[in-house]
């Protein structure tokens, strides 16, 4: 059965340094979209996207966070300067009709 | 979006037949009802999706009432391995949408 995959599965970073967390959607499919859930807390939409642009975002995803669609298979997450409250993990997800969610990346900010 | 109230937290037992209801009064016309379980340290998963009266498939069964202002997600015999979140989700999700998600209702499943 096909899968989202995600790339690291955890992540280590000191604050103020940038990552990159990496997805690869079902093929085929066409609409992409990040969330995060910090420990404790509910799952939060950050950005969806189609036909290689942003097509919604919420308030968190904000100038320092930027999304990317580098070639025809990945699907990355981008944040520039890392803050403490980054720390959480980060769900990569692919829609035809129904959205399939990934592992996850935990995002851990020291 | 329409908003949801489902219970925090259920507790059963194994073999025990397991129904989370979740109020959802402002539901729109064009609103489905779908449910998503979350293992710890996981994605959401989808489980089941409907409209109005009764779906069912193979892993669970999802009841709506004629005025569709609730829903019952219904697990039979649940096993340990059912211990999760679930999330009832309402709105225009049939595909292609952003899913917003409530704080879903813990089961615990016990020996």
């Known amino acids: 059965e096909p899968e989202v995959t995600q790339t690291p599965s955890h992540q280590v970073t000191q604050m103020g340094q940038e990552v990159i967390l990496r997805c690869v959607p079902i093929s085929n499919h066409l609409y992409f979209y990040w969330y995060r859930q910090i420990l404790g807390q509910k799952v939060e939409f950050l950005v969806s996207?189609?036909?290689?642009?942003?097509?919604?975002k919420s308030e968190i995803f904000d100038d320092q966070f930027s999304v990317e669609r580098p070639d025809g298979s990945n699907f990355t997450l981008k944040i520039r300067s890392t803050k403490l409250e980054d720390s959480a993990m980060y769900f990569c997800?692919?829609?035809?009709?129904?959205?399939?969610f990934g592992p996850g990346t935990r995002l851990t900010v020291l | 979006l329409a908003k949801t109230t489902q219970p925090i937290s259920m507790d059963s037992y194994e073999g025990q037949e397991v129904n989370i209801t979740c109020s959802h009064n402002?539901?729109?016309?064009?609103?489905?009802i779908t449910w998503y379980q979350q293992f710890p340290s996981q994605g959401p998963r989808f489980i089941i999706q409907g409209y109005k009266t009764k779906v069912t498939n193979e892993v669970a069964s999802l009841f709506i009432p004629a005025d569709r202002k609730s829903s019952t997600l219904s697990l039979p015999r649940v096993s340990l391995s059912d211990t999760a979140v679930y999330y009832c989700?309402?709105?225009?999700?049939?595909?292609?949408?952003?899913?917003?998600f409530g704080a879903g209702t813990r089961l615990a499943v016990h020996p």
């Open positions: 402002n539901i729109a016309t064009n609103d489905y």
């Open positions: 996207f189609y036909n290689n642009e942003i097509s919604e």
């Open positions: 997800a692919s829609d035809n009709g129904e959205q399939f």
């Open positions: 989700l309402v709105g225009e999700t049939g595909g292609y949408n952003k899913l917003i």
